[in-house]
């Protein structure tokens, strides 16, 4: 297990070298990870992931709260991205469906230890959540 940590740490530590002596031009890492780390892409992977294909609407009933411009933003960036694939059928009214791509699902696939993570220590989170308030 230390020996892994050690890794972790040396991998750490070139990303956030190579972050940093880029942050004025174009940082592979802080790019993709801005795009998939903020609040409404991770929800949207989250969903698509356990229910496959989704309308737009249905997407946002799973989600909640998410505006539908802020959907709207949200599904477009992952699709630029190539997590999420839409696909309109030609109908009256047009019907569009969004799944996660392969490269969604690999990245939701580096997801599930940061969501049993979260699962995990959501109580103690919580409850110092509750102890900070107080103060």
């Avoid at 989250?46 to 599904?75: C, H, P």
């Avoid at 630029?80 to 009214?93: N, S, W």
């Avoid at 997801?111 to 409850?127: F, G």
Wanted: net charge positive.
């Amino acid at each position: 297990m230390e020996n892994q940590d050690l890794k972790s740490e040396k991998k750490f530590k070139e990303y956030f070298n190579l972050a940093n002596s880029s942050r004025n031009f174009s940082c592979p890492v802080r790019d993709v990870v801005a795009h998939v780390s903020d609040k409404w892409s991770l929800l949207v992977v989250y969903a698509l992931a356990g229910d496959g294909t989704l309308r737009f609407n249905e997407l946002k009933s799973k989600i909640g709260d998410v505006s539908q411009r802020m959907l709207t933003v949200t599904v477009r960036k992952l699709e630029q991205d190539g997590l999420v694939k839409r696909t309109i059928y030609p109908e009256v009214p047009p019907r569009v469906e969004y799944q996660l791509t392969s490269l969604g699902m690999e990245l939701l696939n580096k997801l599930v230890p940061l969501i049993d993570w979260a699962q995990e220590n959501s109580n103690l989170i919580i409850s110092s959540r509750k102890k900070a308030a107080k103060y």
